[in-house]
Protein backbone atom coordinates (compact mmCIF):
# COMPACT_ATOMS: atom_id res chain seq x y z
CA UNK A 1 0.00 0.00 0.00
CA UNK A 2 1.13 3.85 -1.13
CA UNK A 3 0.99 6.29 1.25
CA UNK A 4 1.91 9.99 -0.91
CA UNK A 5 1.11 11.46 2.44
CA UNK A 6 4.59 10.16 3.53
CA UNK A 7 5.76 9.03 0.00
CA UNK A 8 6.19 5.61 1.93
CA UNK A 9 5.32 2.39 0.10
CA UNK A 10 4.13 -0.67 3.08
CA UNK A 11 3.71 -4.33 2.74
CA UNK A 12 2.41 -7.01 5.51
CA UNK A 13 3.29 -10.25 6.60
CA UNK A 14 3.24 -10.92 10.52
CA UNK A 15 4.29 -7.75 10.48
CA UNK A 16 4.25 -3.90 8.90
CA UNK A 17 7.43 -3.41 6.55
CA UNK A 18 8.23 0.35 4.94
CA UNK A 19 10.39 1.09 2.54
CA UNK A 20 11.14 4.70 0.75
CA UNK A 21 13.46 3.96 -1.61
CA UNK A 22 11.45 2.23 -4.39
CA UNK A 23 11.78 -1.46 -2.47
CA UNK A 24 15.77 -1.59 -2.02
CA UNK A 25 15.54 -1.56 1.67
CA UNK A 26 12.78 -2.38 4.14
CA UNK A 27 12.09 -1.76 7.74
CA UNK A 28 9.87 -3.69 10.18
CA UNK A 29 7.55 -0.49 11.79
CA UNK A 30 5.33 -3.47 13.93
CA UNK A 31 5.37 -6.51 16.24
CA UNK A 32 3.20 -8.83 14.84
CA UNK A 33 -0.05 -8.37 14.40
CA UNK A 34 -1.71 -11.35 13.79
CA UNK A 35 -1.95 -12.67 17.57
CA UNK A 36 0.91 -15.11 17.46
CA UNK A 37 3.67 -13.24 18.73
CA UNK A 38 5.33 -15.33 21.06
CA UNK A 39 5.15 -18.46 18.96
CA UNK A 40 7.13 -16.96 15.93
CA UNK A 41 10.26 -15.44 14.94
CA UNK A 42 10.85 -11.51 13.31
CA UNK A 43 11.27 -11.81 10.09
CA UNK A 44 13.92 -9.01 9.30
CA UNK A 45 15.12 -9.72 13.21
CA UNK A 46 16.02 -13.55 12.89
CA UNK A 47 14.87 -13.62 16.63
CA UNK A 48 13.97 -17.59 17.62
CA UNK A 49 10.16 -18.85 17.35
CA UNK A 50 8.81 -20.26 21.08
CA UNK A 51 9.62 -23.92 22.13
CA UNK A 52 5.96 -23.84 23.05
CA UNK A 53 4.28 -23.77 19.80
CA UNK A 54 1.90 -26.29 18.84
CA UNK A 55 2.42 -29.45 17.58
CA UNK A 56 0.37 -32.04 16.00
CA UNK A 57 -2.12 -31.40 13.11
CA UNK A 58 -3.65 -28.04 13.04
CA UNK A 59 -6.59 -26.88 13.75
CA UNK A 60 -8.76 -23.86 13.72
CA UNK A 61 -8.03 -23.36 16.93
CA UNK A 62 -4.69 -23.31 17.55
CA UNK A 63 -4.13 -22.08 13.96
CA UNK A 64 -3.30 -18.37 14.84
CA UNK A 65 -0.30 -20.00 17.31
CA UNK A 66 1.45 -21.55 14.64
CA UNK A 67 1.42 -18.35 12.90
CA UNK A 68 -1.07 -19.58 9.70
CA UNK A 69 -2.16 -15.09 9.95
CA UNK A 70 -0.82 -12.23 7.90
CA UNK A 71 -1.49 -8.68 8.16
CA UNK A 72 -4.02 -8.80 5.18
CA UNK A 73 -5.16 -5.16 5.13
CA UNK A 74 -2.77 -1.76 5.66
CA UNK A 75 -4.01 1.43 4.98
CA UNK A 76 -2.33 4.80 5.77
CA UNK A 77 -3.86 8.06 6.00
CA UNK A 78 -4.18 9.96 3.15
CA UNK A 79 -4.36 13.12 5.07
CA UNK A 80 -2.15 12.43 8.65
CA UNK A 81 1.75 11.50 8.36
CA UNK A 82 2.41 8.31 10.15
CA UNK A 83 -1.20 7.40 11.19
CA UNK A 84 -1.46 3.52 9.95
CA UNK A 85 -4.48 1.17 10.54
CA UNK A 86 -3.75 -2.63 9.58
CA UNK A 87 -5.97 -5.83 10.02
CA UNK A 88 -4.95 -8.79 9.52
CA UNK A 89 -6.75 -12.25 8.39
CA UNK A 90 -6.87 -13.28 11.89
CA UNK A 91 -9.62 -11.20 13.00
CA UNK A 92 -7.30 -8.39 14.74
CA UNK A 93 -7.09 -4.57 13.77
CA UNK A 94 -4.07 -2.59 14.76
CA UNK A 95 -3.37 1.45 14.65
CA UNK A 96 -0.39 3.76 14.70
CA UNK A 97 -0.57 7.56 15.14
CA UNK A 98 3.45 7.77 15.24
CA UNK A 99 4.32 6.03 12.12
CA UNK A 100 5.04 2.70 14.05
CA UNK A 101 6.52 3.43 16.91
CA UNK A 102 3.46 2.43 19.20
CA UNK A 103 0.70 0.83 17.82
CA UNK A 104 -2.76 -0.10 19.65
CA UNK A 105 -5.42 -2.74 19.59
CA UNK A 106 -8.45 -1.45 18.55
CA UNK A 107 -10.61 -4.50 17.10
CA UNK A 108 -14.52 -4.30 17.00
CA UNK A 109 -16.06 -5.91 20.05
CA UNK A 110 -17.03 -9.15 19.45
CA UNK A 111 -15.04 -10.14 16.20
CA UNK A 112 -13.23 -13.48 16.59
CA UNK A 113 -10.35 -15.30 15.67
CA UNK A 114 -10.06 -15.82 11.46
CA UNK A 115 -12.56 -12.73 10.64
CA UNK A 116 -10.47 -11.66 7.49
CA UNK A 117 -9.97 -8.22 6.94
CA UNK A 118 -10.40 -7.64 3.83
CA UNK A 119 -10.30 -3.97 3.06
CA UNK A 120 -9.79 -0.67 5.76
CA UNK A 121 -10.43 2.64 4.02
CA UNK A 122 -8.67 5.68 6.19
CA UNK A 123 -10.92 8.53 5.95
CA UNK A 124 -10.08 11.30 3.44
CA UNK A 125 -11.58 14.09 5.43
CA UNK A 126 -11.32 13.02 9.34
CA UNK A 127 -8.42 11.41 10.45
CA UNK A 128 -9.89 9.61 13.34
CA UNK A 129 -12.30 7.85 11.02
CA UNK A 130 -12.05 4.43 8.77
CA UNK A 131 -14.10 1.53 7.62
CA UNK A 132 -13.44 -1.94 7.59
CA UNK A 133 -14.76 -4.82 5.86
CA UNK A 134 -14.52 -8.18 6.91
CA UNK A 135 -14.71 -11.62 4.94
CA UNK A 136 -15.87 -14.52 7.34
CA UNK A 137 -16.43 -17.16 4.78
CA UNK A 138 -13.91 -19.53 5.96
CA UNK A 139 -15.77 -19.73 8.92
CA UNK A 140 -18.84 -20.90 7.14
CA UNK A 141 -20.39 -17.00 7.61
CA UNK A 142 -21.51 -15.53 4.52
CA UNK A 143 -23.34 -12.31 6.22
CA UNK A 144 -21.58 -9.10 5.62
CA UNK A 145 -19.44 -7.70 7.96
CA UNK A 146 -18.92 -3.90 7.66
CA UNK A 147 -17.39 -1.54 10.12
CA UNK A 148 -17.14 2.55 11.14
CA UNK A 149 -15.08 4.46 13.31
CA UNK A 150 -15.21 8.02 14.18
CA UNK A 151 -12.84 8.00 17.15
CA UNK A 152 -9.65 6.46 15.91
CA UNK A 153 -10.97 2.80 16.74
CA UNK A 154 -11.85 3.47 20.65
CA UNK A 155 -15.53 2.43 19.12
CA UNK A 156 -17.31 0.62 16.04
CA UNK A 157 -20.18 1.37 14.39
CA UNK A 158 -21.89 -1.84 12.43
CA UNK A 159 -22.90 -0.66 8.72
CA UNK A 160 -24.81 -3.14 6.90
CA UNK A 161 -28.26 -1.99 6.42
CA UNK A 162 -29.31 -2.75 2.57
CA UNK A 163 -26.34 -5.66 2.44
CA UNK A 164 -27.76 -9.23 2.80
CA UNK A 165 -25.95 -12.57 2.42
CA UNK A 166 -24.20 -13.74 0.56
CA UNK A 167 -22.84 -10.35 0.10
CA UNK A 168 -20.14 -10.84 2.21
CA UNK A 169 -17.43 -8.04 2.05
CA UNK A 170 -14.50 -8.01 -0.12
CA UNK A 171 -13.49 -4.19 0.21
CA UNK A 172 -14.97 -0.98 1.10
CA UNK A 173 -13.70 2.68 -0.30
CA UNK A 174 -14.51 6.00 0.36
CA UNK A 175 -15.25 8.37 -2.58
CA UNK A 176 -12.16 11.51 -2.30
CA UNK A 177 -14.53 13.99 -3.43
CA UNK A 178 -17.60 13.60 -1.70
CA UNK A 179 -17.64 13.27 2.15
CA UNK A 180 -20.06 10.29 3.49
CA UNK A 181 -20.13 8.70 -0.19
CA UNK A 182 -18.93 4.87 0.02
CA UNK A 183 -18.58 2.29 -2.20
CA UNK A 184 -18.90 -1.68 -0.89
CA UNK A 185 -17.59 -4.37 -2.75
CA UNK A 186 -19.08 -7.93 -1.77
CA UNK A 187 -19.40 -11.40 -3.54
CA UNK A 188 -22.24 -10.81 -5.56
CA UNK A 189 -21.26 -6.99 -7.21
CA UNK A 190 -20.88 -3.55 -5.94
CA UNK A 191 -23.51 -1.40 -3.39
CA UNK A 192 -23.33 1.98 -3.10
CA UNK A 193 -24.07 4.51 0.17
CA UNK A 194 -24.69 8.28 0.50
CA UNK A 195 -25.08 8.73 4.07
CA UNK A 196 -21.87 6.96 5.38
CA UNK A 197 -22.53 3.53 5.64
CA UNK A 198 -25.86 4.12 7.11
CA UNK A 199 -27.61 2.71 4.25
CA UNK A 200 -26.52 0.97 1.23
CA UNK A 201 -28.30 -0.02 -2.08
CA UNK A 202 -27.29 -1.75 -4.88
CA UNK A 203 -24.61 -0.17 -7.67
CA UNK A 204 -24.80 -3.09 -10.08
CA UNK A 205 -26.84 -1.33 -13.31
CA UNK A 206 -25.17 -3.33 -16.21
CA UNK A 207 -22.91 -6.26 -14.35
CA UNK A 208 -23.33 -9.48 -13.83
CA UNK A 209 -23.65 -11.32 -10.21
CA UNK A 210 -20.00 -11.58 -9.55
CA UNK A 211 -17.36 -11.67 -6.58
CA UNK A 212 -15.79 -7.88 -7.07
CA UNK A 213 -12.58 -8.48 -4.83
CA UNK A 214 -11.37 -4.61 -5.10
CA UNK A 215 -12.25 -0.96 -6.58
CA UNK A 216 -10.67 2.28 -7.04
CA UNK A 217 -11.74 6.07 -7.65
CA UNK A 218 -9.62 7.22 -10.52
CA UNK A 219 -10.76 10.78 -11.49
CA UNK A 220 -14.53 10.81 -12.25
CA UNK A 221 -14.69 7.19 -13.06
CA UNK A 222 -15.54 4.02 -10.75
CA UNK A 223 -12.88 1.05 -11.64
CA UNK A 224 -13.79 -2.58 -10.34
CA UNK A 225 -11.62 -5.87 -10.84
CA UNK A 226 -13.65 -8.91 -10.86
CA UNK A 227 -13.00 -12.48 -10.05
CA UNK A 228 -13.43 -14.08 -13.27
CA UNK A 229 -15.09 -11.33 -15.40
CA UNK A 230 -12.34 -8.74 -16.11
CA UNK A 231 -12.45 -5.12 -15.05
CA UNK A 232 -15.03 -3.26 -15.36
CA UNK A 233 -15.08 0.87 -15.59
CA UNK A 234 -18.32 2.77 -14.37
CA UNK A 235 -17.40 5.91 -16.65
CA UNK A 236 -17.96 9.40 -14.79
CA UNK A 237 -19.63 8.81 -11.87
CA UNK A 238 -19.85 12.45 -10.70
CA UNK A 239 -23.48 12.47 -10.27
CA UNK A 240 -23.17 10.15 -7.40
CA UNK A 241 -21.25 12.51 -5.49
CA UNK A 242 -24.26 15.21 -6.28
CA UNK A 243 -27.08 12.90 -4.98
CA UNK A 244 -29.05 14.17 -1.94
CA UNK A 245 -32.64 14.42 -0.84
CA UNK A 246 -32.84 17.25 -2.99
CA UNK A 247 -32.43 15.82 -6.31
CA UNK A 248 -33.88 12.38 -5.39
CA UNK A 249 -37.36 14.51 -4.51
CA UNK A 250 -37.15 16.90 -7.66
CA UNK A 251 -39.16 16.59 -11.00
CA UNK A 252 -36.39 17.48 -12.82
CA UNK A 253 -33.22 17.68 -12.15
CA UNK A 254 -29.95 18.53 -14.37
CA UNK A 255 -26.35 17.31 -12.72
CA UNK A 256 -23.10 19.52 -12.80
CA UNK A 257 -20.87 18.34 -15.47
CA UNK A 258 -17.36 16.79 -14.62
CA UNK A 259 -14.66 18.80 -16.28
CA UNK A 260 -14.46 18.20 -20.04
CA UNK A 261 -11.02 17.66 -21.88
CA UNK A 262 -10.80 19.06 -25.86
CA UNK A 263 -8.78 16.25 -27.91
CA UNK A 264 -8.52 15.77 -30.97
CA UNK A 265 -10.01 12.74 -32.76
CA UNK A 266 -7.87 10.76 -35.17
CA UNK A 267 -9.48 11.19 -38.95
CA UNK A 268 -9.17 7.49 -39.20
CA UNK A 269 -10.89 5.90 -36.43
CA UNK A 270 -9.32 2.32 -37.30
CA UNK A 271 -10.87 -0.63 -38.53
CA UNK A 272 -13.67 -2.01 -36.24
CA UNK A 273 -13.25 -5.04 -35.14
CA UNK A 274 -15.16 -8.48 -35.89
CA UNK A 275 -18.68 -9.25 -33.81
CA UNK A 276 -17.14 -12.08 -32.08
CA UNK A 277 -14.43 -10.45 -31.00
CA UNK A 278 -14.42 -9.41 -27.30
CA UNK A 279 -14.37 -5.27 -26.58
CA UNK A 280 -16.29 -2.70 -24.57
CA UNK A 281 -17.80 0.39 -25.37
CA UNK A 282 -15.10 3.86 -25.18
CA UNK A 283 -15.59 6.26 -22.60
CA UNK A 284 -17.47 9.50 -23.60
CA UNK A 285 -15.55 11.50 -25.87
CA UNK A 286 -16.56 14.90 -24.91
CA UNK A 287 -18.52 16.54 -21.93
CA UNK A 288 -20.71 13.98 -20.48
CA UNK A 289 -24.57 16.03 -19.23
CA UNK A 290 -26.76 13.76 -16.68
CA UNK A 291 -30.02 14.83 -15.97
CA UNK A 292 -32.70 13.48 -14.18
CA UNK A 293 -36.70 13.07 -15.33
CA UNK A 294 -39.13 12.19 -12.53
CA UNK A 295 -41.34 11.31 -15.16
CA UNK A 296 -41.35 11.53 -19.24
CA UNK A 297 -42.52 15.19 -20.20
CA UNK A 298 -45.21 15.32 -22.66
CA UNK A 299 -43.66 18.55 -24.34
CA UNK A 300 -39.88 18.90 -25.93
CA UNK A 301 -36.92 18.99 -23.48
CA UNK A 302 -34.04 21.39 -25.09
CA UNK A 303 -30.39 21.64 -24.00
CA UNK A 304 -28.55 24.48 -24.80
CA UNK A 305 -24.91 25.15 -24.72
CA UNK A 306 -23.66 28.60 -23.90
CA UNK A 307 -20.29 30.48 -23.54
CA UNK A 308 -18.68 32.96 -21.12
CA UNK A 309 -20.59 35.75 -22.75
CA UNK A 310 -23.59 33.74 -22.84
CA UNK A 311 -24.22 33.21 -26.28
CA UNK A 312 -25.50 30.10 -27.27
CA UNK A 313 -23.03 27.56 -29.00
CA UNK A 314 -25.30 24.64 -29.84
CA UNK A 315 -28.75 23.22 -29.47
CA UNK A 316 -30.30 19.94 -29.08
CA UNK A 317 -33.88 18.69 -29.09
CA UNK A 318 -35.38 15.81 -28.14
CA UNK A 319 -37.80 16.81 -31.18
CA UNK A 320 -34.78 16.54 -33.20
CA UNK A 321 -34.93 13.47 -35.43
CA UNK A 322 -32.57 10.61 -36.51
CA UNK A 323 -30.23 11.53 -39.53
CA UNK A 324 -31.67 10.35 -42.16
CA UNK A 325 -30.12 6.51 -43.14
CA UNK A 326 -26.92 7.52 -45.73
CA UNK A 327 -26.82 6.15 -49.08
CA UNK A 328 -25.50 2.76 -49.74
CA UNK A 329 -21.30 3.26 -49.47
CA UNK A 330 -18.38 1.32 -49.73
CA UNK A 331 -17.71 1.75 -45.96
CA UNK A 332 -20.31 -0.10 -43.46
CA UNK A 333 -22.36 1.76 -41.48
CA UNK A 334 -20.41 0.06 -38.26
CA UNK A 335 -17.66 2.01 -39.33
CA UNK A 336 -20.06 5.45 -38.93
CA UNK A 337 -20.56 6.67 -35.32
CA UNK A 338 -24.27 8.16 -35.18
CA UNK A 339 -25.56 11.29 -33.77
CA UNK A 340 -26.01 11.72 -30.61
CA UNK A 341 -30.19 12.25 -29.59
CA UNK A 342 -31.81 14.19 -26.66
CA UNK A 343 -33.57 11.87 -24.86
CA UNK A 344 -36.83 12.39 -22.50
CA UNK A 345 -36.90 9.13 -20.55
CA UNK A 346 -38.32 9.15 -17.13
CA UNK A 347 -35.23 8.76 -14.93
CA UNK A 348 -31.88 9.22 -15.71
CA UNK A 349 -30.84 10.99 -18.66
CA UNK A 350 -27.17 10.70 -20.30
CA UNK A 351 -26.12 13.19 -23.28
CA UNK A 352 -22.52 13.67 -24.73
CA UNK A 353 -21.85 16.80 -25.95
CA UNK A 354 -18.49 16.68 -28.81
CA UNK A 355 -17.44 20.01 -27.82
CA UNK A 356 -18.34 21.24 -31.21
CA UNK A 357 -20.36 24.05 -32.74
CA UNK A 358 -23.15 23.63 -34.65
CA UNK A 359 -22.35 23.05 -37.61
CA UNK A 360 -24.63 23.82 -41.23
CA UNK A 361 -27.40 22.00 -42.36
CA UNK A 362 -26.66 19.75 -45.05
CA UNK A 363 -22.72 20.58 -44.93
CA UNK A 364 -21.77 17.21 -44.87
CA UNK A 365 -19.37 17.22 -47.93
CA UNK A 366 -17.61 13.95 -48.63
CA UNK A 367 -19.64 11.19 -46.97
CA UNK A 368 -17.10 9.18 -46.29
CA UNK A 369 -15.52 11.20 -44.73
CA UNK A 370 -16.09 11.43 -40.98
CA UNK A 371 -14.48 15.32 -40.35
CA UNK A 372 -16.70 16.90 -43.03
CA UNK A 373 -19.79 17.44 -40.94
CA UNK A 374 -18.42 18.86 -37.53
CA UNK A 375 -18.48 22.17 -36.43
CA UNK A 376 -15.64 24.10 -34.90
CA UNK A 377 -14.07 23.19 -31.75
CA UNK A 378 -14.86 24.97 -28.58
CA UNK A 379 -11.62 26.79 -26.84
CA UNK A 380 -10.85 25.82 -22.89
CA UNK A 381 -12.48 27.98 -20.85
CA UNK A 382 -16.30 28.43 -18.89
CA UNK A 383 -19.22 27.24 -20.65
CA UNK A 384 -23.00 26.42 -19.21
CA UNK A 385 -25.75 23.86 -20.29
CA UNK A 386 -28.94 24.85 -19.74
CA UNK A 387 -31.65 22.41 -19.29
CA UNK A 388 -35.80 23.12 -20.73
CA UNK A 389 -38.12 20.93 -19.87
CA UNK A 390 -42.04 21.88 -18.62
CA UNK A 391 -40.95 25.33 -18.49
CA UNK A 392 -38.44 24.59 -15.93
CA UNK A 393 -35.11 25.61 -16.42
CA UNK A 394 -31.83 24.27 -14.80
CA UNK A 395 -28.43 25.59 -15.20
CA UNK A 396 -24.92 23.97 -14.30
CA UNK A 397 -21.20 25.30 -15.06
CA UNK A 398 -19.43 23.24 -17.36
CA UNK A 399 -15.36 23.35 -17.47
CA UNK A 400 -13.20 22.54 -20.61
CA UNK A 401 -9.75 21.99 -20.01
CA UNK A 402 -7.41 21.38 -23.01
CA UNK A 403 -5.67 18.03 -23.86
CA UNK A 404 -2.77 17.75 -21.39
CA UNK A 405 -0.36 16.33 -23.86
CA UNK A 406 -1.47 19.51 -26.15
CA UNK A 407 1.68 21.89 -26.61
CA UNK A 408 -0.91 24.64 -28.61
CA UNK A 409 -0.63 28.38 -26.88
CA UNK A 410 -3.80 30.28 -26.46
CA UNK A 411 -2.96 32.37 -29.66
CA UNK A 412 -2.15 29.10 -31.75
CA UNK A 413 -5.66 27.81 -30.36
CA UNK A 414 -7.61 31.65 -30.94
CA UNK A 415 -6.51 31.22 -34.71
CA UNK A 416 -7.48 27.86 -35.31
CA UNK A 417 -11.01 28.93 -33.73
CA UNK A 418 -11.21 32.31 -35.66
CA UNK A 419 -10.75 30.69 -39.06
CA UNK A 420 -12.73 27.59 -38.08
CA UNK A 421 -14.96 29.83 -37.25
CA UNK A 422 -15.39 31.72 -40.57
CA UNK A 423 -15.43 28.30 -42.68
CA UNK A 424 -18.79 27.22 -40.70
CA UNK A 425 -20.39 30.41 -41.54
CA UNK A 426 -19.48 30.26 -44.71
CA UNK A 427 -20.40 26.80 -45.13
CA UNK A 428 -23.72 27.63 -43.62
CA UNK A 429 -24.50 30.32 -46.51
CA UNK A 430 -23.40 27.95 -49.27
CA UNK A 431 -25.34 25.30 -47.73
CA UNK A 432 -28.66 27.59 -47.68
CA UNK A 433 -28.16 29.27 -51.04
CA UNK A 434 -27.97 25.21 -52.33
CA UNK A 435 -31.19 24.20 -50.47
CA UNK A 436 -32.90 27.37 -52.26
CA UNK A 437 -31.74 26.27 -55.36
CA UNK A 438 -32.60 22.77 -54.94
CA UNK A 439 -36.17 24.06 -53.77
CA UNK A 440 -36.33 25.96 -56.54
CA UNK A 441 -35.65 23.46 -58.96
CA UNK A 442 -38.58 21.38 -57.58
CA UNK A 443 -40.69 23.89 -57.93
CA UNK A 444 -39.99 24.49 -61.58
CA UNK A 445 -40.27 21.12 -62.10
CA UNK A 446 -43.98 21.42 -60.89
CA UNK A 447 -44.52 24.71 -62.88
CA UNK A 448 -42.97 22.93 -65.69
CA UNK A 449 -46.03 20.26 -65.50
CA UNK A 450 -48.74 22.30 -65.26
CA UNK A 451 -47.72 24.75 -68.21
CA UNK A 452 -47.45 22.22 -70.75
CA UNK A 453 -48.76 23.58 -73.62
CA UNK A 454 -47.57 27.19 -72.84
CA UNK A 455 -44.29 26.92 -74.97
CA UNK A 456 -42.86 30.50 -74.13
CA UNK A 457 -43.28 29.90 -70.18
CA UNK A 458 -41.62 26.68 -70.58
CA UNK A 459 -38.97 27.89 -72.17
CA UNK A 460 -38.70 30.41 -69.38
CA UNK A 461 -39.18 27.64 -66.91
CA UNK A 462 -35.72 25.44 -68.66
CA UNK A 463 -33.93 28.55 -68.62
CA UNK A 464 -34.33 29.29 -65.44
CA UNK A 465 -33.41 25.83 -64.15
CA UNK A 466 -30.43 25.87 -66.29
CA UNK A 467 -28.39 28.56 -64.34
CA UNK A 468 -29.68 27.54 -61.09
CA UNK A 469 -27.96 24.21 -61.96
CA UNK A 470 -25.33 25.98 -62.79
CA UNK A 471 -24.95 28.29 -59.76
CA UNK A 472 -25.37 24.75 -57.58
CA UNK A 473 -22.75 22.93 -59.79
CA UNK A 474 -22.36 19.57 -59.90
CA UNK A 475 -19.12 16.68 -59.71
CA UNK A 476 -16.58 16.40 -57.27
CA UNK A 477 -17.17 12.89 -56.44
CA UNK A 478 -14.67 10.38 -55.82
CA UNK A 479 -15.26 9.02 -59.34
CA UNK A 480 -16.24 11.78 -61.16
CA UNK A 481 -14.90 12.12 -64.49
CA UNK A 482 -15.27 15.52 -64.60
CA UNK A 483 -13.64 18.56 -61.43
CA UNK A 484 -16.61 19.98 -58.99
CA UNK A 485 -17.82 23.10 -60.36
CA UNK A 486 -20.51 26.21 -58.62
CA UNK A 487 -21.36 25.94 -54.92
CA UNK A 488 -20.57 22.62 -54.60
CA UNK A 489 -17.23 23.12 -55.20
CA UNK A 490 -17.14 25.94 -52.80
CA UNK A 491 -18.65 23.43 -50.16
CA UNK A 492 -15.83 20.81 -51.02
CA UNK A 493 -13.02 23.16 -50.86
CA UNK A 494 -14.53 24.89 -47.65
CA UNK A 495 -14.82 20.89 -45.88
CA UNK A 496 -11.13 20.68 -46.90
CA UNK A 497 -9.82 23.79 -45.36
CA UNK A 498 -12.08 23.29 -42.00
CA UNK A 499 -10.27 19.64 -42.10
CA UNK A 500 -6.71 21.17 -42.52
CA UNK A 501 -7.49 23.76 -39.65
CA UNK A 502 -9.31 21.05 -37.17
CA UNK A 503 -6.53 18.83 -37.83
CA UNK A 504 -4.34 19.52 -34.86
CA UNK A 505 -4.02 21.90 -32.23
CA UNK A 506 -1.63 24.77 -34.20
CA UNK A 507 -2.38 27.77 -36.20
CA UNK A 508 -3.28 26.38 -39.42
CA UNK A 509 -0.80 26.82 -42.46
CA UNK A 510 -0.55 29.54 -44.20
CA UNK A 511 -1.99 27.43 -47.03
CA UNK A 512 -5.36 27.27 -45.30
CA UNK A 513 -5.98 30.90 -44.96
CA UNK A 514 -5.48 31.15 -48.56
CA UNK A 515 -7.36 28.35 -50.16
CA UNK A 516 -9.99 29.92 -47.42
CA UNK A 517 -10.12 33.08 -48.99
CA UNK A 518 -10.28 31.66 -52.66
CA UNK A 519 -13.13 29.86 -51.70
CA UNK A 520 -15.39 32.60 -50.01
CA UNK A 521 -14.08 34.87 -53.08
CA UNK A 522 -15.76 32.28 -54.95
CA UNK A 523 -18.78 31.64 -52.85
CA UNK A 524 -18.96 35.72 -52.86
CA UNK A 525 -19.60 35.22 -56.41
CA UNK A 526 -22.28 32.72 -56.52
CA UNK A 527 -24.39 34.29 -54.03
CA UNK A 528 -24.51 37.44 -56.08
CA UNK A 529 -25.11 35.44 -59.67
CA UNK A 530 -28.00 33.92 -57.30
CA UNK A 531 -29.46 37.18 -56.07
CA UNK A 532 -28.99 38.53 -59.70
CA UNK A 533 -31.42 35.15 -61.08
CA UNK A 534 -33.49 35.92 -58.06
CA UNK A 535 -34.21 39.14 -58.97
CA UNK A 536 -33.90 38.90 -62.44
CA UNK A 537 -35.41 36.24 -64.33
CA UNK A 538 -37.23 34.66 -61.03
CA UNK A 539 -39.32 37.83 -61.04
CA UNK A 540 -39.91 37.97 -64.28
CA UNK A 541 -41.26 34.17 -64.76
CA UNK A 542 -43.39 34.69 -61.43
CA UNK A 543 -45.16 37.83 -63.05
CA UNK A 544 -45.61 35.49 -65.95
CA UNK A 545 -47.20 32.18 -63.90
CA UNK A 546 -49.57 35.07 -62.18
CA UNK A 547 -50.26 36.36 -65.60
CA UNK A 548 -51.53 32.57 -66.51
CA UNK A 549 -52.87 32.19 -62.88
CA UNK A 550 -50.65 29.71 -61.84
CA UNK A 551 -48.81 29.10 -58.67
CA UNK A 552 -45.88 31.43 -58.07
CA UNK A 553 -42.67 29.93 -56.74
CA UNK A 554 -41.35 31.03 -53.64
CA UNK A 555 -38.40 31.12 -52.14
CA UNK A 556 -37.56 30.48 -48.59
CA UNK A 557 -34.84 32.70 -46.93
Not at 49 to 63: F, H, L, V
Not at 222 to 251: C, E, N, Y
Not at 387 to 409: C, E, M, N, Y
Not at 484 to 512: C, I, K
Request: with cysteine; charged share 20%; aromatic share 8%.
Amino acid sequence: MFSPVDNALYYGSQYVLKTTDGGLNWQEISPDLTGAGKFIGSILSGSPASPSAPSGAATIQDAKARGYGVVYSIAPSPITAGLIWAGSDTGEIHLTRDGGKTWTYVTPTGLTDWSKITAIEASHFDAGAAYAAIDRHRLDDNKPYLYRTRDYGKTWTSITTGIEAPSFLNAIREDPVRKGLLYACTETGVFVSFDDGDHWQSLQLNLPTVSVRDLVVHGDDLVIATHGRSFWILDDMSPLRQVDSKVATSDAYLYQPATAIRMNQESFQGTPLPPEIPKAQNPPDGAVIDYYLKSAPSGEVTLEILDAKNQLVRRFSSNDHPTARRARQAIADVWILPAPLLTARAGMNRFVWDLRYATASGATGDPENAQAARGPQALPGAYQARLAVAGQHFTQPLKIVLDPRSIATPSDLAKQFELSLKIARELGNATDVTQQISSLRRQLADAKGKASSDSALLASIAALDTDASKIAGTGGGRNAEAPPTGLNAVRLQLNAVLNVADSADRTPPAQAFALFDQASRDLTTHMAAWNSLKAGKLSELNRSLQAKQLPQIEIKE
